[in-house]
């Protein structure tokens, strides 16, 4: 999963638990590059 739409930086993961942290990095991520015209 691509966590950093900038670099490209991926993660794997082989354990359910594993992908479900590489989700929420991707999350922050958005949350912290998104902006005001991305939120509407």
Not at 8 to 29: I, M, Q
């Amino acid at each position: 999963m691509t966590v950093n739409l900038d670099t490209g930086e991926t993660l794997y993961a082989t354990e359910y638990s594993d992908h479900l942290a590489n989700v929420e990095t991707l999350r922050a991520w958005v949350a912290a590059n998104q902006t005001e015209s991305d939120a509407e």
